[in-house]
């Protein structure tokens, strides 16, 4: 795991610096990356320099640094990411073309050379990794990047004063002297309605994220005609999840949970490969269980695993996750936060993020990730399970809230929707809690408030395309809050025609998988693990895992009206079901509650009109308004608070930059 930046193209105009220091400053900007090693390779004729920050993982020695060149010294690589498979190459190229004298054993070799001796497409259809990739072919003076197929390793780029500036963070764009874009007016607002930044926008305009399992050559022609040539896709998605289908499970409900134990096992054991300390962060949810009991099953040495709890009841998960940790014998680590602990978190977490982002969970992995640093170097996660094998309640609660929505007139359904949400957040919130285990158990989780505030929000909608995407949504009416024009369309549409035939579910997944998990949920994870030097890898992010998953029935990815079926009926064959069978409270912290009492004079502090007014682009008196009524109770606006706050910490960073 590390961080890669760049420059293809003149430098004349980025601060009249040579190629050298100014590669150095983007990568001196990303140091928490890789705080081991700094390389640095340029070809001053072909005008390229590339940057690299090494997080030793694999092969600790000199051999595996970086920026490497491919024996012949036609091609320069830089890479973020690790490649699980790299034995398995490597037996292939000696296989197919003699013996090879290797340098070292590190993943970056033979990568470089399987793109040397195979091609980049014939490289990447079988390589299984996690990546975001510069490769310059010295030959035909053309770079490349490449972005893995999941989206877990970011890639950003974009010309700046006839240059093209690329790397793994705009915190390296940020470093060139004199770098200030304009503000994209409609990411911004798509981040108001999002918490994030649905690529490949990001935050400057000009400057654009590569969508995963995407690939984009530049010649010296482009970069000369200040062209951006449009990224081509290495990997079907669709056309994967397709040909699945196609060819769907045809065994017992027995023998596929045996499949997806040698699956998840088999991609377990590849990403344990490291040659520095390791371990895994455990909530103690269907996820994170499994990766933890598939880790344990194979070692016979304790695992490392961590966790964070919250000090409110229906957010704390700690207690499960040390059950669970208890009983596969892990040698286990959890802290406990506080409305204090996360105030004094949140100066260090608005330096993170290189763009707006407001997932709320972001507190708790950014500190599980500095927990985890002090005792490993490498951390599995269990993200991309909801995605992949369907564990969100959306995809089997979202058709029949559609289907009973959709039989009422749309009159009667705005009626009822604002009905619902006019109902006071504290009111519900303390129903239920007087409930207690008699409370329905979707509403039990301590959120109730924010769920039925976002049913009342969805139930307006015109058409099923529009209700999903409302689901999605995290902010009621967003374009409120900015006080200029922007456009909030709905996400990027990654798929196809081909797609149109799926189920709601189905369609719903893979909307998730190309654009929720990679901007938000894997965001999350990069950032906070990579800020503090931690690598994450993720098991379930595999291809022929997701293959497997595309090919189950319904009913093995939702069976009886729960989510990711197969992977509860594995677990329970390592874990006890009673100690994960519960419902899904997510990896959040109680910020309405908070807002309203810990944290409340940060919050006030951030939200008085002075403070709001500094940008010019906020509406003061809407979300003022805002602010009271949840200080009232008489709404919830927790996450739209949330994404206020958020800008305003990574707005006044962007002021704090000292001048050039």
């Given at each position: ?57 694999l092969d600790l020695s000199p051999a595996g640094a970086q920026p490497m060149q491919s024996q012949g010294g036609r091609f320069a690589i830089a890479y973020n990411g690790e490649i699980y498979n790299f034995p398995a190459l490597r037996q292939q190229l000696e296989q197919r073309h003699g013996a090879i004298e290797w340098r070292g054993h590190s993943d970056t070799e033979i990568l470089v050379e399987c793109f040397a001796r195979e091609g980049i497409q014939a490289t990447l259809d079988k390589v299984d990794g996690m990546f975001a990739i510069a490769l310059f ?115 017992s409900l027995d023998q596929a949970v045996i499949e997806a134990e040698r699956l998840v096992l088999a991609g377990t054991s590849r990403r344990m490969v490291s040659d520095v300390p390791l371990g895994a962060f455990l909530s103690g949810g269907i996820d994170s269980s499994l990766t933890v009991a598939m880790m344990q099953a194979s070692t016979d040495r304790p695992v490392r695993t961590f966790s964070i709890g919250m000090a409110e009841d229906g957010f704390d998960e700690s207690p499960a996750a040390a059950a669970v940790a208890q009983h596969l014998g892990t ?330």
């Amino acid at each position: 795991m590390c961080g890669l930046a760049g420059i293809f193209g003149p430098v004349d105009g980025l601060g009249g610096q040579a190629m050298e220091p100014l590669v150095r400053l983007m990568t001196g900007a990303i140091t928490h990356r890789g705080p081991d090693a700094d390389g640095l390779w340029t070809d001053p004729e072909a005008g390229i320099g590339l940057g690299h920050r090494r997080l030793s993982i694999l092969d600790l020695s000199p051999a595996g640094a970086q920026p490497m060149q491919s024996q012949g010294g036609r091609f320069a690589i830089a890479y973020n990411g690790e490649i699980y498979n790299f034995p398995a190459l490597r037996q292939q190229l000696e296989q197919r073309h003699g013996a090879i004298e290797w340098r070292g054993h590190s993943d970056t070799e033979i990568l470089v050379e399987c793109f040397a001796r195979e091609g980049i497409q014939a490289t990447l259809d079988k390589v299984d990794g996690m990546f975001a990739i510069a490769l310059f072919d010295r030959q035909k003076r053309e770079l490349t990047l490449i972005r893995d197929a999941f989206g877990e390793k970011p890639m950003h780029y974009g010309f700046w004063k006839g240059a093209l500036l690329f790397g793994s963070e705009l915190h390296s764009f940020e470093a060139i002297p004199g770098f200030r874009p304009s503000m994209n007016l409609d990411a911004l607002g798509s981040f108001f309605k999002y918490s994030y930044i649905p690529g490949p926008a990001s935050i400057w305009q000009g400057v654009l994220k590569l969508p995963p399992a995407h690939l984009v050559t530049f010649s010296q022609q482009d970069i000369a005609a200040q062209q951006m040539p449009k990224p081509q896709a290495w990997w079907d998605m669709t056309g994967d999840a397709l040909q699945s289908i196609g060819r769907q499970f045809g065994g017992s409900l027995d023998q596929a949970v045996i499949e997806a134990e040698r699956l998840v096992l088999a991609g377990t054991s590849r990403r344990m490969v490291s040659d520095v300390p390791l371990g895994a962060f455990l909530s103690g949810g269907i996820d994170s269980s499994l990766t933890v009991a598939m880790m344990q099953a194979s070692t016979d040495r304790p695992v490392r695993t961590f966790s964070i709890g919250m000090a409110e009841d229906g957010f704390d998960e700690s207690p499960a996750a040390a059950a669970v940790a208890q009983h596969l014998g892990t040698d286990h680590t959890e802290l406990v936060l506080t409305p204090e602990q996360v105030q004094d978190a949140i100066p260090g977490i608005s330096g993170v993020h290189d763009e707006p982002f407001a997932d709320s969970s972001q507190v708790p992995t950014y500190l599980v990730s500095q927990m985890a640093r002090r005792d490993v170097t490498v951390a599995l996660s269990g993200d991309g399970g909801d995605e992949i094998f369907g564990g969100y309640n959306r995809y089997f609660q979202g058709p029949r809230v559609w289907n009973r929505a959709a039989s009422l007139p749309a009159p009667l359904r705005r009626a009822v929707g604002a009905a619902i949400g006019s109902i006071p957040g504290g009111l519900v919130n303390g129903v239920v809690r007087t409930l207690g285990p008699l409370a329905p158990r979707e509403l039990s989780a301590g959120r109730a408030a924010e769920k039925l505030q976002k049913l009342a929000r969805v139930m307006s909608m015109p058409n099923e395309a529009a209700f999903h995407d409302r689901l999605l949504a995290t902010s009621d009416h967003p374009e409120s809050i900015l006080s200029c024009g922007t456009d909030m369309a709905r996400l990027p549409d990654r798929l196809d025609p081909r797609a149109a035939g799926l189920t709601f579910a189905e369609r719903a997944m893979l909307v998730d998988t190309a654009n929720y998990m990679p901007d938000d949920v894997l965001v999350k994870v990069d950032r906070a693990a990579m800020a503090v030097s931690l690598e994450t890898r993720t098991p379930y992010l595999d291809r022929d895992l997701f293959r497997f998953a595309w090919s189950l029935p319904a009913a093995m990815r939702a069976g009886n009206g729960e989510g990711k079926t197969i992977l509860r009926e594995l677990l329970y064959r390592h874990v006890p079901r009673e100690l994960v069978d519960r419902p899904k409270a997510g990896f959040a912290i109680p910020v309405g509650r908070w807002l309203r009492t810990g944290l409340r004079d940060w919050a006030e502090s951030e939200l008085s009109s002075d403070a709001l007014g500094d940008s010019g682009l906020l509406n003061t008196a809407v979300i003022r308004e805002r602010w009271e009524e949840h200080l009232t109770g008489k709404r919830d606006h927790e996450t739209m608070l949330w994404n206020v706050l958020m800008f305003q910490a990574w707005h006044r960073r962007q002021t704090e930059r000292a001048p050039d």
